[in-house]
Nanobody, 123 residues
Framework: QVQVVESGGGLVQAGGSLRLSCTTSGLTFADYAMGWFRQAPGKEREGVSCITWSGGSTYYADSVKGRFTISRDNAKNTLYLQMNSLKPEDTAMYYC????????????????WGQGTQVTVSS
């Protein structure tokens, strides 16, 4: 059974930083494209960032470019999202996702999802 587990969320003041982590089990992490999505109350889920299995290609939503950095450590089966210069509008539940195909990630339809970790940015 595949499990995707996020951690690292919390409450931070505007301008601060957080690092989210995501680990998986039940799949070969190094074979999978990985990504981060978020959903704020009353809003649709949006793609934040994703990365190919090798880390060779990445995608960032315009709203986070220059502030967030996605990375992965295949030896540790872990995906990261370093979030700097956080803004109140970054407040959302952040979800980690996995799919064999990068296209599924960029289209917002990955196969496996975590339960989410809450990020709250106070002004």
């Amino acid at each position: 059974q595949v499990q995707v587990v996020e951690s690292g969320g919390g409450l931070v003041q505007a301008g601060g930083s957080l690092r989210l982590s995501c680990t998986t089990s039940g799949l070969t992490f190094a074979d999978y494209a990985m990504g981060w999505f978020r959903q704020a109350p009353g809003k649709e889920r949006e793609g934040v960032s994703c990365i190919t299995w090798s880390g060779g290609s990445t995608y960032y939503a315009d709203s986070v470019k220059g502030r967030f950095t996605i990375s992965r450590d295949n030896a540790k089966n872990t995906l990261y999202l370093q979030m700097n210069s956080l803004k109140p509008e970054d407040t959302a539940m952040y979800y980690c996702a996995a799919d064999l195909y990068y296209g599924s990630m960029t289209s917002g339809r990955p196969k496996y999802w975590g339960q989410g970790t809450q990020v709250t940015v106070s002004s």
